[in-house]
């Protein structure tokens, strides 16, 4: 029989797991592995004042802990880290982390960068899987032990010289979750009793990563329960989740091995990191948040920090990726942009109704809660509804475009969209507005509208027009018993257009002096349907007269 290529990985005996009955309701420590683990898989990796930069950029958004760097792999990091200390750029309350192997050098140089520091945590790892041991190490559990103990100890013993810094140890499996549990839990226990200063107060982080993603999520969740389980001093350790996302469900693993008892999440922003990245922290924060849980970390300014991460690290942020994506809260399809509109205009019942203050169709966050908003949240495609195209009129411009005229409108929008092949912006909208119907291009043009109150019934109106028509001044004069049914019966008798105008929409845009009023007018033809003209004048008569000579342009256009 041929032997497989590939094979799952075996699922974990675990018939009482409890974490899929359990509810999230805490947030987990955070610790940003940015300047180390992401760091070191930028094609063009930051210099020294671009580290420093992000560094402060991560203490403003509330990270305790932030692993700096590898200062014993290169003298770029080492040098950081002299100067995070030296310079005193840590604030009081964060921790900075610094990898090693379990190597005696590379501890003492470790050690060297650590110098004066207030808070560190001095992170040891050792491979603990077959496939390393055997293929990269040529080694075996023994001696994988034995290094780890030795390390561990030459790690308290340095830190023991350090009496006026706090120093904390973490310790990583690498591998854990292609490594023999059992083995790496005897591993952990020695460990553990070989830094022998762990407290509750001073836990000791037992980081359990997923190197590579080479499981299915729940096994994630499955292994970190059962280690929970297994470990005797579990007040005393903070059990911390490293996922990678090889297979795409480092955030899925993540939450899901949070439920099964992880304290602490290790990860970057937008998931930089080896490959295809470790568990993207904005993800997981904004997803915990979503849910009601404080996280500690302030993403108010989303777009700031992913507009910097993108500058510092050359690489761009994925337009669908969630929370910082530019497409994020944009909704492309009508139906759902007429749903986003109407969520939004009836937010207020929203508690009432669900018993939460945001529940919107189609936005399971307010974008606003991210310092994105609302202006940009709709894009126009030649799929979008009328529903959506009005709301941007509406968000950007003030525009109130009456439900009757819609989808005129949607059809002049689809039109230029289709000619452009692609989406457009909200100003795009609006020149169509005003392009097509405000000010469409015709043989009518007004020259002046003088409407008189008859000298008895003032409400009785005569009326004088002049028109240009293809260039050619015509004057008529008509009565009726208003300024707009005056303008019509004249301006009927020279523009060769037999229509009726039916009950238009005003609006006022703009307040004060500098008020504008809209006039919406739909112009019935015998027998032929309903075009609207848009007229905007400071005087409302003006206005609605402007906005027939308007329709009747859009009239002309439509039968030459
Ligand atoms: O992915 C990993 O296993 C690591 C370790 C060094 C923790 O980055
Ligand atoms: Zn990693």
């Known amino acids: 029989m041929k032997t497989p290529k590939y094979k799952a990985a075996a699922p974990i005996e675990m018939p009482d797991r409890q974490w899929p009955a359990r509810t999230l309701a805490v947030s987990p420590a955070w610790c940003s592995v940015d300047l180390r683990d992401g760091n070191q898989a930028l094609p063009n990796p930051m210099d020294p004042g671009q580290k420093l930069e992000y560094f402060q950029m991560l203490c403003r958004i509330g990270f305790k802990e932030i692993e700096a760097g590898f200062p014993s ?3 770029d990091d080492f040098d950081f880290f002299r100067r995070l200390i030296d310079g005193k750029h840590i604030p009081d309350d964060v921790f900075i982390m610094g990898l090693t192997q379990c190597r005696p050098h590379l501890i003492d140089r470790t050690f060297e960068a650590f110098k004066g520091v207030k808070k560190g945590i001095v992170h040891a790892y050792i491979a603990t899987s077959d496939l390393h041991m055997k293929q990269v190490f040529g080694t075996d559990q023994k ?4 290094a780890a103990v030795e390390s561990t100890r030459r790690i308290r013993a340095l830190a023991d010289t350090m009496p006026e810094s706090d120093i904390r140890y973490e310790f990583s499996p690498e591998e854990f979750t292609d490594t023999d549990q059992s083995f790496c839990l005897e591993m952990c226990k020695a460990v553990y009793a070989a830094w022998g200063k762990a407290t509750p107060e001073k836990p000791m982080i037992l980081n359990l990563p997923a190197t590579v993603e080479r499981r ?4 994630y969740a499955d292994m970190i329960e059962w280690f929970i389980n297994n470990f005797p001093h579990r007040d005393s ?16 693993a993540t939450e899901l091995a949070l439920l099964a008892g992880g304290d602490r999440v290790e990860g970057t922003l937008f998931g930089h990191g080896e490959r295809t990245g470790n568990v993207d922290l904005v993800t997981v924060a904004n997803n915990l948040f979503s849910r009601g849980i404080g996280t500690g970390l302030d ?10 991460v993108e500058r510092l690290t050359g690489m761009s942020v994925y ?8 497409y994020a809260f944009t909704a492309f399809s009508g139906s759902h942009q007429d749903a986003i509109n109407k969520g939004l205009h009836r937010l207020g019942e929203a508690d009432k109704v669900f018993g939460m203050k945001w529940k919107v169709p189609y936005l399971h966050v307010d974008p606003a809660d991210l310092g994105r908003s609302f202006e940009r949240m709709i894009r126009i495609n030649s799929q979008s509804g009328k529903g959506g195209i009005a709301w941007v009129l509406e968000q950007d411009y003030g525009i109130q475009v009456p439900k009757t005229m819609q989808p005129e409108l949607r059809e002049e929008v689809q039109t230029y969209s289709e000619a452009v092949g692609r989406e457009i912006s909200s100003e795009e909208v609006h020149t169509v507005f005003r392009e097509k119907f405000v000010n469409p291009a015709g043989p009518f043009k007004l020259i002046g509208y003088w409407p008189r109150p008859d000298d008895k019934d003032p409400t009785f109106i005569h009326g004088e027009v002049r028109v240009s028509i293809n260039g050619v001044e015509k004057t008529a004069v008509a009565d009726g018993n208003g300024p707009i049914s005056a303008f019509v019966h004249a301006v009927r008798s020279v523009v060769g257009i037999d229509f009726s105008v039916a009950d238009y929409h005003e609006q006022a845009v703009g307040k ?5 009023a809209l006039a919406y007018v739909p112009l019935k033809l015998e027998g032929n349907g309903m075009v609207f003209g848009v007229g905007s004048d400071s005087n409302i008569d003006q206005a609605a007269v402007r906005a027939i000579i308007a329709g009747l342009n859009r009239i002309a256009g439509k039968h030459r």
């Open 216 to 219: 299915p999520p729940n096994h």
């Open 512 to 516: 004060g002096a500098d008020a504008q």
């Open 73 to 75: 792999a290169s003298q």
């Open 237 to 252: 350790v903070k059990i911390s989740l490293h996922a990678h996302n090889d297979q795409g469900m480092a955030v899925a």
């Open 299 to 308: 993403f108010s300014r989303l777009s700031e920090i992913a507009a910097t």
């Open 319 to 326: 337009y669908r990726q969630p929370y910082a994506g530019e």
């Open 143 to 146: 001696g994988t032990l034995r």
